[in-house]
């Protein structure tokens, strides 16, 4: 058995086309049908841009830096100085890579220096790498964001496009890395300066990346910071990423007593737990702009109720129940809720599918520079649609549509036939 019979249907759809002339509201159902559509959209287009966000921040983070990193505590040397240094790297980085789901471990060494090409100068942050592990960063290695041949990277230094661009250097040319802890002579520590072909220039994806970070051949880098024969830290990459914290205890045993870990999760879970509470808020906030939104049908249909007393009364009198008028007004308002939230999931995926050409057409009418890399991290604003954001504002919104809707409806369903009809 249906649960709302054909003349039912019949009824809602006349009073729902009804024009004002007529007794019927179809402005405020205009109005509705718009609040509800909009405040969808909304809600859709921001949960699309939110779960983009956190896409791009994560793919960003696990293509272009290591799941997880090992690294030594402070300890004193045979010749009185304190260090983080290892000098085992390589006996490590084979108990590490022996670890279930590890799929590399790399030795690096790290410093800070100042990179320079004529009257450019640039502070950069050196990764000494080798190029078996290099190729192993997907965004750094990507061939389709970057320029240069990343095979020729043992002669020369790969750098970022951030940096490229702050120097005004390109593939083939040379440029200078300056550090002050240099070569110890009888007057004290002289700077060290070498010159480095750029042979390669990538892209991550990210401006603070792009910005700081070049890459030196290990054994280079090695030699550049007086580091012969010990790394820094070991670069660890899993299967599973997400699931970094399950690799914890496996690579402290094999880093030993000295052994320090710092996962991804460490270095990026403020922004992350930032990400999730903004989701969280965002999503409070949107959905009383939901609610506000389907308090117009209440509007609208308790005018309908109202301009539609006459009907109501002649209909109870010819032999409708209160069940059938409670179901006429809810199908009234249910409706225009379902008309509107279905609008608003087209309108809220087509922003979130075409989000770069929209973009690209308001930065050209605001003249450029809307958005600014150097402060989001990233280089346009991402997009991606989920099936459960999208489930939940349509549940939402016809939720509410349904919920509010039944209060108009209830009263349009006990209104007292004779009372109705009695100045007619």
Not at 59 to 88: C, K, M, P
Not at 182 to 190: H, L
Not at 275 to 282: H, I, K, P, Q, S
Not at 400 to 422: D, G, K, Q, Y
Request: glycine content about 8%; hydrophobic content about 50%; overall charge negative.
């Amino acid at each position: 058995m249906a649960l709302f019979s054909r003349f039912e249907w019949m009824i809602a759809w006349r009073y729902l086309r009804a024009r004002r002339a007529e007794g019927g509201v179809s402005v405020m159902t205009w109005i509705s049908l718009i609040g509800i559509t909009l405040a969808v959209f909304a809600l859709i287009a921001t949960l699309s841009v939110r779960a983009g966000f956190r896409a791009e921040f994560v793919d960003t983070i696990l293509g272009a830096n290591a799941h997880s990193t090992v690294y030594s505590s402070v300890y004193v040397t045979e010749t009185g100085q304190t260090t983080r240094a290892i000098e085992d790297y390589e006996a490590l980085a084979e108990r590490i890579a022996e670890i279930p789901g590890v799929t590399r471990a790399a030795p690096l060494v790290k410093g800070q220096v100042m990179a320079n090409l004529r009257a450019n100068n640039a502070g950069v942050e050196v990764f000494g790498i080798r190029l078996e592990d290099l190729k192993g960063l997907p965004r750094i290695a990507d061939r389709e964001t970057s320029s240069g041949d990343i095979d020729r990277f043992s002669e020369g230094i790969a750098i970022g496009s951030g940096v490229a661009r702050e120097l005004a250097v390109s593939v083939g040319d040379t440029i200078k890395l300056i550090s002050p802890n240099g070569v110890q002579t009888a007057f004290g520590t002289s700077p060290r300066i070498n010159a480095y072909e750029v042979v390669y220039i990538f892209s991550a994806g990210r401006y603070d990346i792009d910005r700081t970070r070049v890459y030196l051949p290990f054994a280079e880098a090695q030699s550049f910071f007086n580091k012969e024969g010990a790394a820094d830290e070991i670069e660890v990459m899993v299967e599973e990423p997400e699931e970094i914290e399950r690799y914890t205890p496996a690579l402290l045993d094999a880093a030993g007593e000295r052994g320090l870990i710092w996962t991804w999760r460490d270095s990026a879970g403020s922004f992350l737990r930032a990400l999730d509470v903004e989701d969280n808020v965002m999503f409070i906030i949107l959905s009383i702009l939901v609610l506000i939104a389907a308090m117009n049908i209440i509007s609208g249909l308790i005018m309908l109720v109202k301009n539609k007393g006459r009907d109501i009364g002649i209909l109870r009198t010819v032999g409708l129940t209160e069940g059938s008028i409670l179901r006429v007004f809810f199908l009234c308002g249910a409706s225009v809720g379902l008309i509107g939230t279905a609008a608003g999931v087209v309108l809220g995926c087509l922003f979130a599918i075409y989000i770069d050409p929209i973009f690209s057409f308001v930065n050209y009418v605001m003249g450029g520079g809307v958005w600014d890399p150097s402060i989001r991290g990233i280089y346009n604003l991402p997009a991606k649609l989920e099936f459960w954001d999208v489930m939940s504002a349509v549940v939402l919104s016809l939720g509410l549509s349904f919920v509010v809707t039944i209060f108009p409806a209830r009263r349009a369903a006990r209104m007292n036939p004779v009372e109705a009809l009695r100045y007619e």
